[in-house]
């Protein structure tokens, strides 16, 4: 009933699944939060109860929500009665022209990228201290390079980059921040199911850019959340790139 727990967001599918997957394969208690995709984050606890009892839960929030935000902070903090690791990983990701960007578009792309992240830090950081934990930022290399058409998210996830080395500061020496930029490891959802000749070639140009010559899996980013987690005792404030040598030219 002692082992850690690891707070995942965003983890009913892809890279957040994978995260919530690794952590709880070894050993951790995994809370599983998730905003509109109810069918598969409730599918990814069952799945992980029938591997071990009682060992996932369940929590939905949508961080355009403040007030949403912190309730799950609270719920999810009540529900094994401890935390150790949060990993904030949910992320809305879409284009904002300079021209065409809006109010909104603002709010969304820092909201769920950097505003969550922030409170859910602010609101946890007594427990992470209490249990020397850590918080792992899923960042993104666009943070350093940026991605045309996406001035917003961009922006968004570079001030993510300098939360992750500022609370590094801020919560030492009880507590390690770190970060995780990913390349291209999952195409976007909406272009996995299309096949059109276009795309192909965008996405078969993309990997020809990559010094690795191909994209990245889901593990490769799960494998160095772990290994923040429980292997880099003495690594704090470190944002490290998982991009197949991209960012290098
Ligand atoms: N995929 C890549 O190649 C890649 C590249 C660079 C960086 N990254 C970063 O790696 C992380 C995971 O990538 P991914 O592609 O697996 O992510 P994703 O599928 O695009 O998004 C992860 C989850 O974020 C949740 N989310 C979005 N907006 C939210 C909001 N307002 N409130 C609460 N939850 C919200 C969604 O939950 P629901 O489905 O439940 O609504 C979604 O399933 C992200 O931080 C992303 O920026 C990924």
């Not at 990814?44 to 912190?70: M, P, R, V, W």
């Not at 390079?145 to 590094?168: D, E, G, I, W």
């Not at 096949?195 to 850019?209: G, P, T, V, W, Y």
Request: aromatic share 8%.
């Amino acid at each position: 009933m002692d082992s850690k727990v690891v707070l995942v967001t965003g983890a009913a599918k892809r890279i957040g699944a994978s995260i919530a997957r690794t952590f709880h394969a070894n050993g951790y208690r995994v809370l599983v939060h998730a905003r509109s995709s109810k069918t598969e984050a409730t599918a990814l606890s069952s799945e992980l109860n029938k591997i071990k009892k009682n060992s996932a839960g369940t929590f939905y929030a949508d961080f355009n929500s403040h007030h949403e935000t912190q309730e799950l902070s609270v719920a999810a903090l009540e529900h094994f009665g401890r935390i150790d690791v949060l990993i904030n990983n949910a992320s809305t990701f879409y284009p904002s022209p300079l021209f065409e960007a809006s109010a909104d578009d603002w709010s969304s792309l820092f909201n769920s990228n950097v505003k969550a992240a922030f409170f859910l830090s602010q609101a946890l950081a007594p427990e992470l201290t209490k249990r020397k934990g850590s918080i792992i930022n899923i960042v993104d290399a666009h943070a350093d390079k940026p991605l045309r058409n996406h001035v917003l998210y961009n922006m968004a996830k570079a001030a993510l980059k300098s939360m992750t080395k500022t609370l590094a500061l801020e919560m030492a020496p009880h507590v390690r921040v770190n970060g995780i930029s990913p390349g291209a490891i999952l195409w976007p959802e909406a272009l996995e199911q299309k096949f059109d000749e276009k795309i192909d070639q965008q996405k078969a140009e993309i990997c020809a850019s990559i010094p690795m010559k191909r994209i990245g899996n889901a593990k490769d980013i799960s494998n160095l959340a772990y290994f923040f987690a429980e292997s880099g005792r003495y690594i704090t404030g470190q944002v490290i790139k998982v991009d197949g040598g991209r960012s290098l030219g």
